[in-house]
């Protein structure tokens, strides 16, 4: 071998060497981009499934399980002839209970985990339409912040599956674009017809599609005839839902009919109208409230990537599906920001675009601040639905035996309220719910419940329970977004008092604490008369032998630590005064008596009893 043809030979050597090693380095970049998007995905996932406990029922998630609660055959049935949906996401969603019960959070966890399938996908399409994995992971983020899709990632309808679909259904149709082949296309097709079965309103992403064909597409003869070829194919597998489909429009038309707004498709009384207002309210959900970060980011995606196909095609994806429905809108009523979810998938890629802008350290600097604002904002655009759950369950663990519910200003009937007492109130609880006033008063507790507190009629109500009841427990509230109150009222421990001196009178004593290093309990009192003088309230604990071992002495004191001298009580109300005996030492086992005496301060003397004596023994108590 000659020297010119050995030196050839080392330089080609070298070369293969540093494509090897080039290689070897972007296989290892990839790996960690890859691993920082499964990250991502885990992530999300824990904060969606933590969202679930703030996350409450609105009505139409209660149909969603109303109408699944059946068999199969009845849930199709239900779509196709009482209601106006595509059937798909409903038969998932009665395989998914067959299978994880038919709980709320188990419901969640379901669109949850198909939102995290549109994550994944996601990824993938970052990765190829821009050409590198970071762009995959930069719209994972923007995604998993963004409060639009965290809301319907949560919820119990249909629209978890419409993002994923749709996701699939545009790399399905950027794959054919790029390669232009009769597979690609058919396939394509097929994403089509699954896109109608599942939710008819995913027609506006195929109208965007068209309308990037039409703006940015060459259309040659081959192209066309694969366009005809998938909507021939896309057809044909929707044709056995055809039938039904023309039905429901009818219903529908039928029932804008009878609702008197003439235009000529959808529910007017669950659309808004097009105008200046609904559009800034979805830019606000679009963009988690904050529309000028946003923009800035598009604007700087614009700059770079304008001319790119993929990046017109996110484009379209983001902006031109809305932008088609609203239009719609104008003349159907079609339009709902739960329509149009799935506009924030190629919003996430817009997005990604936009922040890969700066170059190095920068680019890091503009994505953290981008995610840091858009996650501080999550928050405030989630929807406030009435905390049912909440309030419910508060009412099933402070019970009591014996307790009874009466709904006032509000219909237990109704088909919301009626799912989350069936599956948040204890049986004992939902067989104790009384319709009259009579018999709320009759009872010793009673949950007074009602979405209207402010009502005159149920504060009437709420006011003559009191009277003899009062309150103890507080669930819920009534604001701006929404009303539900469950409040427990409680009578005395004692049907009859005994009275102290004639002055006082001594209703029962309750909420016994007992321990050998403390002793708590609640007394009621009450009044026909102020008494004219400051007397001391002495509950005491003698041993076996009469040894007093602890007391505590004092005027009325309330749970919050406030008092009130015995002048002080004024007649028609009950006084609940809290005690608590704190031994010198523990105490050893045995048996002990609680007593109950009052007296004056200044002098010792005692008021008596009835009987004619000075000291009330309450109970015994034994320490073992």
Known sequence: MTSFQLGASTKNLSVTQAQVASSRTLSVADRAWRAAAVLLLLAIFGLRVGLISETYMREDEEIAFRTTARDLGY???????????????????????????????????????????????????????????????????????????????????????????????????????????WRSSLLYGASVAALLWTHYFLAFLVLAQLLYLALFQRLNRRLLQQLLGAGALALLLWSPWLPVFLNQIDTLKQVESASGDFRALGISSTTAATSPETVWKLVLLAT?????????????????????????LALVWALGVPGINLLTNLVFAVHTPRYLSYLTVGLALVVAAGLDQLPGRWRGFALGTFVAIAFWALPSQLP???????????????????????????????????????HYLTPEL????????????????????????????????????????????????????????????????????????????????????????????????????????????SLRLVDASGFLVAQHDGPVRFSNGDIVQTSQLEPGGFYLDERKLTPLEPLPPGDYRLQLVIYQSWDGVRLTLPDGSDTLDLSTVSFR
Do not use: K
């Not at 419901?107 to 990765?127: E, F, H, W």
């Open 75 to 181: 849930t199709v049935y239900y779509q196709a002839e009482q209601d106006v949906h595509a059937p798909v996401w409903f038969v998932s969603f009665w395989l998914w209970q067959q299978l994880a019960g038919t709980g709320e959070f188990t419901a969640r966890v379901y669109s949850i985990l198909l939102s995290s399938l549109t994550l994944a996908v996601l990824y993938q399409l970052g990765r190829r339409w821009f050409g590198a994995p970071r762009y995959g992971v930069f719209a994972v983020l923007a995604l998993g912040v963004s409060s639009y899709a965290t809301i319907y990632a949560l919820e119990i309808r249909p629209y978890a599956l419409v993002m994923l679909l749709a996701t699939v259904n545009m790399l399905l149709f950027r794959r054919w674009l790029v390669r232009r082949t």
């Open 288 to 312: 988690n409230g904050q529309p000028l970060l946003y923009a800035l980011v598009v604007a700087a995606g614009l700059w770079r990537w304008h001319g790119h196909p993929a990046y017109r």
């Open 430 to 537: 939902r067989a104790g719910q009384v319709a009259t006033l009579h018999e709320a008063m009759a009872a010793h507790g009673v949950w007074f419940v009602t979405a209207d507190f402010f009502d005159p009629q149920v504060q009437a109500e709420f006011r003559a329970i009191e009277a003899e009841h009062p309150l103890q427990v507080v669930a819920g509230s009534c604001n701006a977004e929404w009303c539900f109150l469950a409040q427990r009222l409680q009578g005395p421990p004692r049907s009859t008092p005994v009275w102290f001196g004639d002055q006082i009178a001594f209703w029962g004593m309750d909420n016994l604490d007992l321990s050998p290093t403390a002793i708590q309990a609640r007394l009621w009192w009450r009044v026909e008369r102020t008494p004219l003088l400051d007397y001391s309230i």
């Open 384 to 422: 406030q639905h009435t905390p049912y759950r909440h309030v419910l369950q508060t009412m099933a663990a402070q019970a009591y035996p014996g307790d009874v519910v009466y709904y006032s200003g509000v219909d237990p009937t109704e088909a919301l309220l009626r799912w989350q007492i069936d």
